[in-house]
Nanobody
Framework: VQLQASGGGLVQPGDSLRLSCATSDLILKYYAVAWFRQAPGMEREGISCISGVDGITVYSDPMKGRFTISRDNAKNTVYLQMDSLKPEDTAVYYC????????????????????????WGQGTQVTVSS
């Protein structure tokens, strides 16, 4: 099973990027999907997530107001819109999916790095530099 994270690149401070998490192996609407990032020498950090049912979203405090997560079930894709990027946003960004449909978790999601996610993407590099 593959999750394809894409959309990263080299941008300047203040720029925007939209990351995509897509798959042809899963029906993504059955999954809560989360975005994480990991900078060199740092632990993996949860950024945002979206539930499978009702699209309920969660953001880590530093990302509130700058990042927006969304999903397009018709395209089987989850997006992370990142605005007002800062150099400290430089990291490899990963998406992860947790099967929640039909469970008590179908209207929840988590950005905790706690091994609850069933599948991970390969990561996409985001570099913010002037």
């Amino acid at each position: 099973v593959q999750l394809q994270a894409s959309g990263g690149g080299l941008v300047q401070p203040g720029d925007s990027l939209r990351l995509s998490c897509a798959t042809s192996d899963l029906i993504l609407k059955y999954y809560a999907v989360a975005w994480f990032r990991q900078a060199p020498g740092m632990e993996r950090e949860g950024i945002s997530c979206i539930s499978g049912v009702d699209g309920i979203t969660v953001y880590s405090d530093p990302m509130k107001g700058r990042f927006t997560i969304s999903r397009d079930n018709a395209k089987n894709t989850v997006y992370l819109q990142m605005d007002s990027l800062k150099p400290e946003d430089t990291a490899v960004y990963y998406c992860a999916a947790e099967l929640t449909m039909g469970t008590e978790k179908e209207r929840t999601c988590t950005i905790d790095f706690d091994f609850s996610h069933d599948f991970w993407g390969q990561g996409t590099q985001v570099t913010v530099s002037s």
